[in-house]
């Protein structure tokens, strides 16, 4: 029975030591009270250690979500919502984790390589997105303000007219990147809502873990 709150221990090593210790506490407590003693008994109870921690993981994150939501909500900044949307890509990868370790049916399968491929395909294509239309915004206008300095001496209103649009397009860039930013953090949101969702209405719980409360 040490051994296998030794192995969840280790396995939880991204908690905070006082979470930890909690979590130990707990399921050791549980086990002694339920007079199991042997590692295959903790197992046929609890499940694997890496499947319990991952379901532990799983649990803290989502619990941080909702904070790390809430408190973007309360007070609206840009640290608050980029620390928010960080929390949601955690979760969402955390709960794949744990269903991934859990045995599930066919369909839950499918669901989860769907989540997977969803947070990977919209990640990866905001990012070429943004890239590519920030590197292209940005070139244009400071290859029209470059332009305008040297024909704004000899042709003033051909030269203003560059500088406007230099100066438009720089502009337009940064709004541009402020878009795709909001637009990424609210879909992170909408999967991680759908990671929550399935991972509460599918994930099998022992009587240990219907248990505990965070």
């Given at each position: 029975?040490?051994?296998?709150?030794?192995?969840v221990?280790r396995?939880?090593?991204?908690?905070?030591?006082?979470?930890?210790?909690?979590?130990?506490?707990?399921y050791?407590?549980?086990?002694m009270?339920?007079?199991?003693?042997s590692?295959?008994?903790a197992?046929d109870?609890l499940?694997s250690?890496?499947?319990?921690?991952?379901?532990v993981?799983?649990d803290?994150?989502?619990?941080l979500?909702?904070?790390?939501q809430?408190?973007?909500?309360?007070?609206?900044s840009s640290r608050a919502?980029a620390?928010?949307a960080k929390?949601?890509?955690?979760?969402v990868?955390?709960?794949?984790l744990?269903?991934?370790?859990?045995?599930?049916?066919?369909?839950?399968l499918?669901v989860?390589?769907?989540?997977l491929?969803?947070?990977v395909?919209v990640l990866g294509?905001?990012?070429?997105a943004?890239?590519?239309?920030?590197?292209?915004v940005?070139?244009?206008?400071?290859?029209?303000?470059?332009?305008?300095?040297?024909?704004?001496?000899q042709t003033?209103?051909t030269?203003?007219?560059?500088?406007?649009?230099g100066l438009?397009a720089?502009?337009?860039?940064i709004?541009g990147?402020?878009i795709?930013?909001?637009?990424?953090?609210?879909?992170?949101?909408?999967?991680?809502?759908?990671?929550?969702g399935?991972?509460?209405r599918?994930i099998p719980r022992?009587?240990?873990?219907?248990?505990r409360?965070?």
């Amino acid at each position: 029975m040490n051994e296998y709150i030794k192995e969840v221990e280790r396995l939880i090593g991204q908690l905070t030591t006082a979470e930890q210790q909690d979590v130990v506490e707990y399921y050791r407590e549980y086990l002694m009270d339920a007079g199991i003693e042997s590692y295959q008994q903790a197992v046929d109870e609890l499940g694997s250690p890496r499947s319990l921690a991952r379901k532990v993981l799983a649990d803290y994150s989502i619990r941080l979500s909702e904070q790390s939501q809430q408190a973007s909500q309360a007070q609206p900044s840009s640290r608050a919502a980029a620390q928010a949307a960080k929390s949601n890509v955690k979760t969402v990868w955390l709960i794949i984790l744990a269903l991934l370790s859990t045995p599930v049916t066919i369909p839950i399968l499918l669901v989860i390589g769907a989540l997977l491929f969803a947070l990977v395909a919209v990640l990866g294509s905001l990012l070429v997105a943004a890239a590519a239309m920030y590197i292209t915004v940005v070139a244009v206008g400071v290859m029209c303000c470059v332009a305008a300095l040297f024909v704004i001496w000899q042709t003033p209103w051909t030269g203003l007219f560059y500088l406007g649009i230099g100066l438009f397009a720089l502009g337009a860039s940064i709004l541009g990147w402020l878009i795709v930013k909001w637009l990424g953090r609210k879909i992170v949101w909408a999967l991680s809502w759908a990671a929550k969702g399935v991972y509460q209405r599918f994930i099998p719980r022992s009587r240990a873990e219907r248990g505990r409360k965070l």
